[in-house]
Structures are given as C-alpha cells and as structure tokens.
C-alpha cells in the first residue's frame, strides 16, 4: 500500500460532488533506547491520541544490513558506527500510521533530531535530551515514507480499516 493513497468515502460534499479524503501512512520506529526505558506505550499512545490510526506494528530486531539501508544517508558520519550499534543492539517496535497529512504532523510531533532542542510536549522533547538516543524515527517526506513503510512491512502486515470515530476526526471536506 503507498504512504500516500486517495480513498473515496462516499460522503457528498456540498456541491454534490463526491468528497476525496487523501490519507498519508508514515513510518514510525520507537528506538531500543525507548523499549529499554519503558516509553513504548506512551509514546504509541500520543499518535493515537492525535487520531492516527495504526494499520501496522511489529517488533523486531534491525540486523547490520538494515541499517545500513536505513540510515544510507549518514553511514559517512563519525557517528554511524555507534548509530548501528545502537538500533541494531535490542529489538525496536515499528508501526505504521495512517491519517490527514500523516507524514508531516508525525515529524511535528516527533520534534527536531536534537532533542535537547525539542520543544517540550514533542516525543523527543519530553522524553530525550541527546541527539542520538532520540527515542523515535519517523518519516522525513512522503516520497521516504513510502520506501521506509515497504522496508519494514510485507503487504499483509498492514490493515485496512475502518475506525468507528472516524466521523469525530475530520470535517467532511478534509
Ligand atoms: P531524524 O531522525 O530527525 O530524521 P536524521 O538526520 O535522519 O534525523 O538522523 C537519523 C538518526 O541518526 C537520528 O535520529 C539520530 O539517532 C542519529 N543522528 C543524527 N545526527 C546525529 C549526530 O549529529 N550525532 C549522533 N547521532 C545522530
Ligand atoms: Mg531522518
């Protein structure tokens, strides 16, 4: 399934014309630092409580070569050696989101890489104050979403469907 999908509701809008809700998913990674120190559950729960759905959740461990693909961008750094072993040293929980701009909300709510900058209320700004043991990853743009969902997710790891509060989540026309 791509990060970014259209899905027709079925509602009319108010021209009559049927309204098209455009539903991101993201990647999300809740780093071992996180299981470690027992912050799984509270984080998850700040996406939910946005209204993120979750249609996926694993826990696993990142071998070498997955992170290498992962973070391909910095395998250059000074820091990508102890970057590895970190996310590869205990297992980390992935799941997958999906709702209203989810790639872009998700990053907001993350905060900025450096957590010891992260505004308090962000995940890292709350729960971390070190720019590597930042307690999460998440999707930098949707094109990335879309790679990193199928990086860590077969197809039939994720679900479609349909959240019963989904009417108090959103307007009609969003
Ligand atoms: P992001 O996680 O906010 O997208 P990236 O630049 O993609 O930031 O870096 C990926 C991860 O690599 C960070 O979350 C952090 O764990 C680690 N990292 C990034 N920059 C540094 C650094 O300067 N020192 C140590 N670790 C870093
Ligand atoms: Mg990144």
Known sequence: ??????????????????????KERTLLLIKPDALQRGLVGEILARFEKKGFKIVGLKMLHVS????KEHY???VDKPFYHDLEKFVTSNPLVAAVVEGKEAVEVVRLIV???NASKAPGGT???DFSNSTSR?????????ETAEKE???????????????NNEQYLYASDE
């Open 1 to 22: 399934m791509d990060a970014c999908r259209k899905e027709v509701q079925g509602r009319r809008g108010q021209e009559g014309s049927e309204v098209i809700v455009m």
């Open 64 to 67: 070498k070569e997955l992170a």
């Open 72 to 74: 391909a961008h910095l």
């Open 111 to 113: 905060g900025p890489t």
């Open 123 to 125: 995940v890292r700004g």
């Open 134 to 142: 930042n307690v999460i990853h998440a999707s930098d743009s949707k």
């Open 149 to 163: 969902i199928k990086r860590f997710f077969k197809p039939a790891e994720l679900f479609d469907y349909k959240l």
